[in-house]
């Protein structure tokens, strides 16, 4: 199994860039699609983008495409989430999630918050 720790969230000025991690433990994190997801308070969780085990395919929510990047590095067991052009609408709590066929686990958690 793989055990996931978010960082990286903190409190930013709308156009401004921040980038999360999400650093897994354990020695099959190749393994795992990963993906983050964000929920703002009093909505339920949604998709953000998704990066495939080998790092070769992405796919992003219309909502952040063009402005937010997912990458991964397996030598460091963790995923990327570049987030440009931040927009007020884009404070939530920002989640990843590793899926290997019926398996998945989530991280904790990190605060991102865009003031106007």
């Known amino acids: 199994q793989v055990r996931l720790v978010e960082s990286g969230g903190g409190l930013v000025q709308a156009g401004d860039s921040l980038r999360l991690s999400c650093a897994a433990s354990?020695?099959?994190?190749?393994?795992?699609?990963m993906g983050w997801f964000r929920q703002a308070p009093g909505k339920e969780r949604e998709f953000v983008g998704i990066?495939?085990?080998?790092?070769?395919?992405?796919y992003y929510a219309d909502s952040v495409k063009g402005r937010f990047t997912i990458s991964r590095d397996n030598a460091k067991n963790t995923v990327y989430l570049q987030m440009n052009s931040l927009k007020p609408e884009d404070t939530a709590v920002y989640y990843c999630?590793?899926?290997?066929?019926?398996?998945?686990?989530w991280g904790q958690g990190t605060q991102v918050t865009v003031s106007s």
């Open positions: 354990g020695r099959t994190f190749s393994r795992y699609d």
């Open positions: 999630n590793a899926v290997f066929n019926s398996f998945s686990t």
């Open positions: 990066v495939n085990w080998s790092g070769s395919v992405t």
